[in-house]
C-alpha cells in the first residue's frame, strides 16, 4: 500500500529494465526482426548482471 515510500533495490531495477526489454523486443519481433534481437542481446546482457550480483 505504502510502495511509495520504498527505494527499489539495484537489483529490482535490473529485473524491471530485463522486464521491458523482453516486452520490447516481443513488440519489435513483429515489425523489425533485427531491432528485436539487439533488444533481446541487452535484455540478456542485463541478465548476466543479474546473476552475477545475486552470486555475490
Do not use: C, V, W
Amino acid at each position: 500500500m505504502f510502495n511509495i515510500f520504498k527505494k527499489t533495490s539495484p537489483l529490482q531495477k535490473l529485473y524491471q529494465k530485463h522486464e521491458q526489454l523482453l516486452k520490447d523486443a516481443h513488440q519489435l519481433s513483429k515489425t523489425n526482426r533485427s531491432l528485436s534481437d539487439q533488444k533481446h542481446a541487452e535484455a540478456e546482457e542485463i541478465l548476466n548482471n543479474i546473476k552475477a550480483a545475486e552470486g555475490k
